[in-house]
């Protein structure tokens, strides 16, 4: 097998004995040994039992029913895997092993995936970089001098440079759709509460029998990234919580809705220059796309609360900066304001079947010492506030919508070449018809 080959492909492979479970592992990890070194994608390697659990499936009869069976694969830090560290980025909790797998990592051994080791993240999930003092910088494949993006950074690394087809991140600032973009691969934001995230818990946080004694996070959710939109559908049936339904609605008889401008939300000319190309190839083939509705919710208004929300969220309630702390009513608020956003988001798929908006404003950002919502991004030559590219992601995280990321072409940021993506939005629920969408419009654009 190449190393630009799928899940699905290598699965095929091991099923009909072209390759054993044994050399799919053995390949995946000689590729990590000669790429990593440079990229450092994968923070925790696990290649010992690895190859020990493909030696055992090699002598074990074939089971039926499972998707990924041999398949090496990687999953983010953050993630537990018995036996392994969990950091989210801080030392001092590098020696501490978690003493269960997380039950999205249970799910994917269930369907026969192997685990070979857990990738890179920046310090508490939150930068569109992958960076901490406890395993280094992550490096784009490709131009070491950029981010792969953050926080599932080192999760697209490990796809996009062919070390393992696939892998699973989290998400709720852009943590899968910026890396899938900055990286040129394909990754799906689910939609909120499908695929399970107990066992992604903070590292320091007391657990009751290996999983904290919490409720899921709200807008935070698991989701796939992969080299092709076919991988990327069953990893989602994999992890989710219950059967999804697949549409059979061609794109041709679809009514899409482009988005590529938005207030406060300036997008620079490195992306708008390949997404207009993208639209364009699509409108020629014969897609309905309009490029505005006064049924898109109010982003500005939608954003605002996202951004409470989320900090909120990923605080724990913590006091804010400037000493305050979010009351029961002001939750009580924001969860009005994301049914409102809900609401309105409903009304507007009534009308449309998916919405394509960029997936950040820039592409993939030089490295620097500090994170990107700290400092400004430039953007057609003008420094922007870092935090404006979130408006991007909020806009399906804050009603809880998939988002299937897809490679478009690529455009010149800063100097550089770089992979430039698209993100596809559709109803919740319907996450395997966003993916089905992303592909139908890969393929018109790569025809």
Not at 399 to 405: A, E, I, Q, R, Y
């Given at each position: 097998?190449?190393?630009?080959?799928?899940?699905?492909?290598?699965?095929?492979?091991?099923?009909?004995?072209?390759?054993?479970?044994?050399?799919?592992?053995?390949?995946?990890?000689?590729?990590?040994?000669?790429?990593?070194?440079?990229?450092?994608?994968?923070?925790?390697?696990?290649?010992?039992?690895?190859?020990?659990?493909?030696?055992?499936?090699?002598?074990?009869?074939?089971?039926?029913?499972?998707?990924?069976?041999?398949?090496?694969?990687?999953?983010?830090?953050?993630?537990?895997?018995?036996?392994?560290?969990?950091?989210?980025?801080?030392?001092?909790?590098?020696?501490?092993?978690?003493?269960?797998?997380?039950?999205?990592?249970?799910?994917?051994?269930?369907?026969?995936?192997?685990?070979?080791?857990?990738?890179?993240?920046?310090?508490?999930?939150?930068?569109?970089?992958?960076?901490?003092?406890?395993?280094?910088?992550?490096?784009?494949?490709?131009?070491?001098?950029?981010?792969?993006?953050?926080?599932?950074?080192?999760?697209?690394?490990?796809?996009?440079?062919?070390?393992?087809?696939?892998?699973?991140?989290?998400?709720?600032?852009?943590?899968?759709?910026?890396?899938?973009?900055?990286?040129?691969?394909?990754?799906?934001?689910?939609?909120?509460?499908?695929?399970?995230?107990?066992?992604?818990?903070?590292?320091?946080?007391?657990?009751?029998?290996?999983?904290?004694?919490?409720?899921?996070?709200?807008?935070?959710?698991?989701?796939?990234?992969?080299?092709?939109?076919?991988?990327?559908?069953?990893?989602?049936?994999?992890?989710?919580?219950?059967?999804?339904?697949?549409?059979?609605?061609?794109?041709?008889?679809?009514?899409?809705?482009?988005?590529?401008?938005?207030?406060?939300?300036?997008?620079?000319?490195?992306?708008?220059?390949?997404?207009?190309?993208?639209?364009?190839?699509?409108?020629?083939?014969?897609?309905?796309?309009?490029?505005?509705?006064?049924?898109?919710?109010?982003?500005?208004?939608?954003?605002?609360?996202?951004?409470?929300?989320?900090?909120?969220?990923?605080?724990?309630?913590?006091?804010a900066p400037d000493g305050t702390r979010a009351t029961a009513s002001d939750w009580f608020a924001l969860m009005n304001a994301q049914a409102a956003c809900i609401a309105e988001w409903e009304a507007l798929f009534e009308t449309y079947d998916f919405v394509l908006a960029p997936p950040a404003p820039v592409l993939a950002v030089p490295h620097?010492?500090?994170?990107?919502?700290?400092?400004?991004?430039?953007?057609?030559?003008?420094?922007?506030?870092?935090?404006?590219?979130?408006?991007?992601?909020?806009?399906?995280?804050?009603?809880?919508?998939?988002?299937?990321?897809?490679?478009?072409?690529?455009?010149?940021?800063?100097?550089?070449?770089?992979?430039?993506?698209?993100?596809?939005?559709?109803?919740?629920?319907?996450?395997?018809?966003?993916?089905?969408?992303?592909?139908?419009?890969?393929?018109?654009?790569?025809?």
């Amino acid at each position: 097998m190449t190393d630009k080959a799928g899940a699905l492909a290598t699965a095929l492979a091991i099923r009909t004995r072209k390759l054993s479970v044994a050399e799919a592992v053995d390949a995946a990890i000689t590729r990590a040994g000669r790429l990593d070194a440079e990229i450092d994608a994968i923070a925790v390697p696990d290649f010992g039992r690895a190859c020990e659990t493909a030696r055992a499936m090699d002598n074990a009869p074939r089971p039926l029913g499972q998707p990924l069976f041999g398949v090496p694969m990687t999953i983010k830090e953050s993630f537990d895997v018995a036996g392994l560290p969990t950091t989210w980025g801080h030392p001092q909790f590098k020696d501490q092993v978690a003493p269960r797998d997380a039950l999205l990592v249970r799910r994917l051994k269930a369907a026969g995936a192997i685990i070979i080791g857990k990738t890179n993240v920046p310090v508490d999930l939150t930068d569109w970089q992958s960076f901490n003092p406890v395993y280094g910088r992550t490096s784009n494949p490709h131009n070491h001098d950029r981010s792969p993006g953050g926080s599932s950074g080192g999760s697209a690394a490990a796809v996009a440079s062919g070390m393992v087809p696939c892998d699973y991140g989290t998400d709720i600032g852009g943590s899968v759709r910026v890396p899938a973009h900055f990286c040129g691969v394909w990754g799906h934001k689910t939609t909120w509460g499908l695929v399970p995230k107990h066992g992604h818990d903070f590292p320091g946080q007391s657990r009751r029998e290996g999983f904290l004694a919490a409720a899921d996070g709200p807008l935070s959710i698991a989701g796939p990234l992969a080299r092709n939109p076919q991988d990327l559908a069953v990893l989602v049936e994999v992890g989710a919580e219950v059967p999804l339904r697949r549409r059979t609605k061609p794109l041709a008889e679809c009514r899409l809705l482009a988005i590529t401008s938005l207030p406060g939300a300036p997008v620079d000319g490195s992306v708008l220059g390949p997404t207009e190309a993208a639209l364009e190839t699509l409108a020629r083939a014969g897609v309905r796309i309009d490029r505005a509705s006064d049924l898109l919710p109010d982003q500005a208004r939608h954003y605002r609360s996202y951004l409470k929300m989320m900090n909120i969220a990923m605080s724990g309630g913590a006091p804010a900066p400037d000493g305050t702390r979010a009351t029961a009513s002001d939750w009580f608020a924001l969860m009005n304001a994301q049914a409102a956003c809900i609401a309105e988001w409903e009304a507007l798929f009534e009308t449309y079947d998916f919405v394509l908006a960029p997936p950040a404003p820039v592409l993939a950002v030089p490295h620097s010492e500090q994170a990107v919502f700290r400092g400004k991004l430039m953007i057609d030559g003008k420094e922007e506030p870092g935090s404006c590219g979130l408006v991007w992601s909020g806009m399906a995280t804050f009603p809880g919508l998939p988002s299937t990321v897809l490679p478009i072409g690529s455009g010149n940021y800063l100097g550089a070449e770089l992979p430039c993506g698209m993100q596809v939005i559709g109803p919740r629920w319907s996450d395997l018809d966003c993916i089905a969408a992303a592909e139908a419009i890969g393929n018109i654009l790569h025809s």
